[in-house]
């Protein structure tokens, strides 16, 4: 089993951790940074609660990778999303619109709409059904994330 | 009753008051507590359908550093899951997935590892995994209480059924099947345990509601219930799937108990597929008779349920008796039910209860019958809909009722008219009606209480127990406080969903969230009222009950609200309370339990109008538009019934076009989230919502449920959409793709087109 230190850039804090070939990004964000709001799903990809972003703020399967290849990378989480003790323009535009229900895949679709804006800031419809196709949401149908995005999409800004 | 011109919080569109919390990643759900000492349980599962246990041997696994408890039905107290069903299995395995050890270690992959060292031999028994061969006469019978694999039947009769088929003029009978479905809940099944003191145990689990939890871990563990403690912060979606305790709670328990830490159990993705308790095979036979003219005489239906290895979900059998005449005016209905044994996981329902999957099958029916009778299907349903007052052959009555309106609206919003019979060829449009009970009471007590603390800054605390599972029961509870004390939502804390602390509610199963706890906290706020109203009503010269509470203010009614001398701000009246000779602290109590013996004080009703386009060279069929009527009496927060409804819409097409457990010999071909197919943001349809408030005399502020009624009526909608486009009546759910294509090309064979 392949061992050792790495470096991780996660929110713009270095962290330096121990991790084996067995770990993945998921585990050393939740089992070893304690940031739990990254949440674990099916852990095979399928229903994307645990995306986070990297650094070129593209959507990422946490589940997925190991952790290992990603020495020296920096990743944003949930957590690293406000600005100043202030949501983000897309956590609070999920708040207005209802786009959040039981809130378990909220997380994962956050940081999937956020990585919609960030490289598409002016997202047509098949922009976001395409960065949405990788999480499941079964409590709002993605309906009214939809709305949300449209929303920061258009006005740069919560509602 | 409040005219809607005196509510000042109730029908605001009212932002989750939690929603910061979750759009933070402050949320905290049961994975995500970690307790000092906490081992990592999990659970060694039966490979087979069915076979005999001639040997476990858990020594190995018990030797492997790092493993702190083991127990088998070898070495572990001989303990009961339910009547007829061991905890682990004992003696014989009944389905694949079924628990037959179970390993608590210092790391996860340290508790994998020591699965693979238990060893258990078995000698594979011929096994039963479909319904229709548990039905067979050559069939293996699985539990020697059960001749014919019969777990149970139930037979109702209301009215003459015999007499009104005999007085119809025209009787039909369909057949219908709905398939295996899973409840793919966000937050995978998961409990922490710990039961290091053996006088108490904590339970941190995702659940619909504590009592039926603690109930069951009590009896299991030889403890009171208020020995158990159950605690259910947030919750992932429950979907009908986390109504009851299943085995791992019961697994986390033992093993905690055993290795005297605190033992965590959470299923793995493809584990969540096998040990579930959604959707079993079902098979249905409608009947119905009509006059001539349109007139239902009489409506039968028999079921036949899959209950898996166990009647673990008994009750569900009993469910569509009086469902069958809630909807219409009918001289007699008739069910026959039964629930069979296979050797499969126990089996219960899965979002829409049995009635989405049902009236799927039932009103494509009903839609047939409509059609042999040369009448269009809206116009059938509304000629025999019931009416406001309607007492029902089962005994419901029904207060408050739109679902005429309700057809008619959906009707006239989707130009049902100019489109039924007129659509190009494989496009079709369909409608489906449906009923729900707000709380289905079945027993004596279907109690939900609520408390409320005033503190002297005048914030008021609401304690419950009902979960928020994403529907948004806290922020309704929370406006429905605010509303009757005259303050803000934002001004509510909830205290929820920790049995040592929140008064009884049994949770939110049979849609009795709003209805039942939102009246139970009506009172307590109104309890609360009173007591403050006691307090300044002699201050400002008046009676208690001649004061106005409303604008985090209180006043003399009749005068207004910034009146010098004639009112106080509500922080002030508390502090007249807190700080008057009585030094009164307020606490309002609340408890609600429907006074009728059984069955429900409101009903919503619901329509309906699907339409779709079915692709001829694929089958692939595309939803376009969803139109949905729904009576829920009154809407509390028009934005949380948009948010239900949409979820109903997504689920019903995916039940209805999607989901399937493909079963082969007791195994599941398809344990992901990928495999088993849900409808991802590029399938999913228009939606337009008309919501029609009827305001119910019962309901809290007039209103009744809105969390399942519209999927029944979605699944009715969309089978019935897709059935017009291609041309005839579709006899099993989902309608994949290939099952389309069969049909499509029968009929093309048969030189018959889709309109004909």
């Known amino acids: 089993m392949k061992k050792g230190f790495i470096t991780l850039h996660v929110n713009g804090d270095a962290h330096e951790v121990l991790v084996s070939s067995q770990h993945t990004l998921l585990d050393v964000l939740r089992g070893t940074l304690k940031l739990m709001g990254t949440k674990e799903g099916c852990t095979t990809g399928s229903c994307g609660v645990c995306t986070v972003n990297n650094g070129r703020g593209e959507a990422v399967l946490s589940c997925l990778t190991p952790a290992l290849e990603w020495a020296d990378q920096s990743i944003t989480t949930i957590e690293g999303l406000e600005k100043n003790g202030c949501l983000a323009p897309i956590q609070q535009a999920f708040v207005e619109y209802h786009a959040v229900q039981c809130g378990f895949c909220t997380p994962g679709v956050i940081m999937s709409a956020q990585a919609v804006l960030n490289l598409t800031p002016a997202p047509t419809e098949e922009d976001i059904n395409d960065g949405l196709a990788g999480v499941i949401c079964r409590c709002t149908g993605h309906i009214k994330v939809k709305e949300a995005i449209r929303h920061v999409g258009e006005f740069g800004t919560a509602p | 009753m409040s005219k809607p011109e005196d509510l000042s919080v109730i029908g605001r569109r009212q932002p989750r008051l939690d929603g910061f919390e979750k759009v933070s990643g402050r949320s905290v759900f049961t994975d995500d507590i970690v307790l000092p000492g906490m081992l990592h349980g999990r659970i060694l599962r039966s490979p087979h359908a069915r076979a005999r246990i001639i040997r476990i041997d858990v020594s190995k696994a018990r030797a492997l550093p790092g493993v702190k408890a083991v127990v088998s039905n070898v070495d572990a107290p001989d303990m009961l899951f339910s009547e007829k069903q061991p905890l682990l299995a004992k003696g014989f395995v009944h389905y694949v997935g079924e628990e037959v050890a179970a390993v608590a270690a210092t790391d996860p992959l340290i508790a994998e590892a020591a699965l693979d060292l238990i060893e258990v031999e078995y000698e594979v028994l011929p096994a039963v995994t479909s319904l229709r061969r548990a039905q067979q006469p050559d069939a293996p019978q699985l539990h020697e209480w059960a001749a014919g694999n019969v777990a149970l039947t139930h037979e109702k009769d209301f009215g003459d059924p015999d007499a009104a088929f005999a007085a119809s003029d025209l009787v039909i009978t369909d057949e219908f099947r709905s398939p295996v479905q899973h409840n793919t809940l966000a937050e995978l099944h998961v409990a922490l345990a710990d039961f290091t003191n053996p006088d108490k145990l904590h339970m941190w689990t995702p659940t619909q509601g504590a009592p039926m939890y603690q109930m069951a871990l009590a009896r299991a563990f030889g403890l009171e219930t208020s020995q158990v403690r159950i605690v259910y912060g947030n919750v992932g979606g429950a979907f009908t799937g986390r109504g009851r305790a299943k085995p791992h709670h019961f697994i986390a328990a033992l093993l905690s108990r055993v290795a005297g830490k605190p033992v965590k159990i959470k299923a793995t993705g493809d584990e969540e597929f096998i040990m579930f308790r959604g959707s079993g095979e079902t098979q249905y036979r409608f009947r119905t008779g009509v006059t001539r003219d349109g007139k239902i005489r009489a409506l039968e239906a028999d079921v036949t349920f899959d209950a898996g290895a166990h009647a673990e979900w008994a009750m569900i059998l009993w469910l569509p008796a009086p469902y069958l005449n809630w909807l219409y005016k009918v001289d007699a209905v008739r069910y026959r039910g039964r629930f069979v044994y296979t050797s499969t996981v126990p089996k219960g329902s899965h979002h829409g209860g049995i009635f989405g999957r049902l009236s799927a099958g039932w009103m494509q029916h009903l839609n047939h019958v409509a059609e042999e009778l040369g009448m269009d299907p809206a116009e059938f349903h509304r000629k025999n809909a019931i009416d406001p007052g309607h007492h029902a052959l089962d005994g419901s009555d029904f207060a408050s009722c739109g679902l005429k309106e309700c057809i008619d609206r959906v009707v006239e919003r989707s130009g049902w008219k100019a489109k039924y019979g007129k659509l190009p060829p494989y496009r079709g449009i369909g409608i489906g009606i449906g009923a729900q009970a707000s709380g289905g009471k079945n027993a004596a007590n279907d109690t939900s209480a609520a408390m409320l603390r005033v503190a002297d800054d005048g914030v008021v605390t609401l304690y419950t127990g009902i979960p928020d599972m994403g529907q948004g029961s806290h922020t309704v509870m929370a406006m429905i406080a605010a509303e009757v004390l005259g303050v803000e939502p934002e001004d509510i804390r909830i205290v929820g969903g920790d049995s040592d602390i929140t008064p009884f509610d ?251």
């Open chain 2, 506 to 756: 049994w949770g939110a199963f049979s849609q009795r969230g709003t209805f039942t706890t939102g009246n139970a906290v009506k009172l307590a706020a109104e309890d609360a009222r009173a007591q403050l109203a006691g307090i300044v009503g002699p201050l400002l010269g008046v009676a208690p009950t001649d004061l106005e509470f409303a604008h985090r203010r209180v006043w003399v009614r009749g005068s207004t609200p910034d009146a010098t001398g004639r009112s106080f701000s509500f922080r002030e009246a508390i502090g007249k309370a807190f700080n008057g000779v009585q030094g009164l602290a307020i606490m309002g109590r609340g408890s609600f339990n429907s006074p009728r013996p059984s069955g429900s004080l409101a009903y919503s009703f619901g329509a309906q109008v699907a339409e779709v386009e079915v692709d001829p060279e694929s089958g692939a069929v595309k939803v376009i538009k969803v139109t949905a009527a729904h009576d829920l009496g009154r809407a509390l927060n028009p934005l949380a019934v948009e948010g239900q409804l949409d979820g109903q819409v997504f689920s019903g097409m995916s039940q209805v076009l999607y989901e399937e457990c493909r079963m082969d010999g007791g195994q599941i071909l398809n344990p992901s989230r990928l495999e088993y197919k849900l409808p991802r943001t590029y399938e999913l349809p228009e939606v337009e919502y008309i919501l029609v408030e009827t305001i119910d005399p019962y309901g809290p502020f007039g209103a009744k449920e809105v969390g399942e009624g519209p999927i029944v009526v979605t699944m009715a909608a969309v089978a019935n959409a897709v059935a017009n486009a291609v041309g005839e009546m579709l006899p099993q759910i989902p309608m994949t793709p290939w099952r389309l294509l069969r049909v499509i090309r029968h009929r093309r064979n048969h030189g018959l087109g889709p309109g004909d």
